[in-house]
């Protein structure tokens, strides 16, 4: 077997470990378990770790389901070069007798078969960066994973004959506004003219999508230390300080007010109502990710409001407030896992069939120019004791 075993690449912010990497091991850890059975096979997830002080990692690593990890500990990887990390992790996996001193490897094994990377600012540019080293594909921003055998016919892949690909990884992102997936294959040239193999078959996950395994200090596994060569090219950019910036806005509120692109009659006037009405129940305004790209005309006073600061979903913050009020916002699944976790949500929308309805537990079907100042009325009433 040329190809075995899934690589899970493990993100961390200096020593201090991202959700996403749980999150990633255990829907590995899912999948791998069911494949094993499936195909009466002993693959493993295998867990990469670079950094600097990051033993401790591993162990966790471990616990949250990865059957073994090799990590990487040298003070030039404190912080993330993507180059210098693309290198080190495409030597590794496609290194045999360091894959061999973890897990059980074929005499044929010369590169992973999947290998998971988080769909962030680091591992969007890092997987890209991997797998042009390891020449094969990519999917970015999957929410969706499977594993099945298909049945294709393709003029490319398979010159116009039907053939079977075993053991596909399935990846699913979701595309047009998040409402419809797209399923990413890579796969194999099989067709003589121009034959190529594509593994591993890999792909960026987004953050928040899958849930960890429980953490279990019983989990065993075996850890391995990979001696990296750090070269002079390694060493041409140099971090001398690294500042984290506070940002502008907290949205660690109990109450959220949260508008998208249904704004989009009447902009500013429909962000001055939000604002009164956000002002009256004490809520902080967070916005979808497409008012960030600025995309309307508004006083220059309310631009603050399109802000990347502001933003809730898989590109920008996780929330979870007491109550959520979603204002012209459609519902797109990149939306939702960030405020996924509001114990209480509501939504505003003139499309009584709109997806948001389905995550809300009170869906107002009408438009935010109507309801908003009825809204506002009652506050104020309740405020003056008329109510
Ligand atoms: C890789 C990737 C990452 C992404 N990350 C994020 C992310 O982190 N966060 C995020 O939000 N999105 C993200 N997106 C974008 C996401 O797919 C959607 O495109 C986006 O969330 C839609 O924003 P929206 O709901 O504001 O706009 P739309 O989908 O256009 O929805 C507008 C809604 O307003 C309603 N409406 C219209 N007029 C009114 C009115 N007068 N009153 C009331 N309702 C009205 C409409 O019925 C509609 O439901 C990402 C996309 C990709 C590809």
């Known amino acids: 077997m040329k190809y075995q075993h899934l690589f ?13 990497s749980y999150e990633m091991i255990g829907e590995a850890k899912r999948l791998m378990d069911k494949y094993n059975v499936r195909y009466n096979s002993n693959e493993s997830v295998i867990a990469i770790i670079l950094g600097s002080n990051i033993r401790e ?3 966790e690593a471990i616990y949250y389901g990865a059957d073994a990890v090799i990590f990487v ?7 993330v070069k993507n180059d210098t990390y693309a290198r080190i992790i495409s030597n590794i996996v496609s290194n045999r007798e360091v894959v061999s001193k973890v897990v059980e490897c074929s005499e044929q094994y010369i590169k992973p078969r999947y290998i998971f990377f988080a769909a962030d600012s680091i591992g969007r540019h890092l997987s890209a960066s991997t797998l042009a080293a390891l020449d094969s594909g990519l999917a970015s921003d999957v929410n969706k994973l ?8 393709h003029t490319q892949k398979t010159g ?3 053939e079977k690909y075993e053991k596909t990884l399935i990846m699913y992102r979701p595309d047009f506004s998040g409402f419809l997936w797209t399923q990413i294959l890579c796969l194999d040239n099989r067709d003589e003219a121009n034959k190529k193999d594509f593994h591993p078959q890999a792909c960026s996950i987004i953050p928040h999508v899958f849930e960890p395994l429980e953490r279990d200090i019983n989990r065993k596994g075996k850890i391995i230390e990979y001696k990296a060569s750090i070269e002079e090219i390694d060493q041409a950019i140099k971090i001398i300080k690294r500042e984290v910036i506070k940002s502008e806005v907290s949205l660690d509120k109990d109450i959220i007010v949260a508008f998208g692109r249904g704004i989009r009659d009447d902009p500013s006037n429909n962000i001055k109502i939000i604002e009164e009405f ?3 129940i004490n809520a902080e305004i967070a916005i ?3 008012l960030s790209k600025q995309p309307y005309n508004v006083d220059s006073n309310l631009k603050r409001y399109f802000s990347i600061a502001r933003v809730v979903g898989s590109s920008g913050k996780k929330v979870a407030p007491k109550l959520y009020i979603a204002i012209g916002i459609s519902g797109a699944s990149q939306h939702i896992v960030g405020m996924k976790d509001a114990e209480y949500v509501i939504a505003i929308n003139s499309d009584a069939n709109a997806p948001i309805k389905d995550e809300s537990d009170l869906f107002i079907h009408g438009r935010m120019e109507d309801v908003l100042p009825v809204l506002i009325d009652e506050l104020r009433g309740v405020k003056h004791g008329k109510v």
């Open 278 to 280: 956000a002002k009256m």
């Open 146 to 153: 499977e594993i099945d055998d298909i049945v294709l016919r």
């Open 8 to 20: 899970v690449i493990f993100e961390h912010d200096d020593g201090k470990p991202l959700s996403v």
């Open 73 to 79: 500990d040298h003070p030039e990887l404190r912080y």
């Open 288 to 290: 979808s990710l497409p």
């Open 160 to 162: 116009g004959k039907e």
């Open 57 to 59: 990692l591993c162990n």
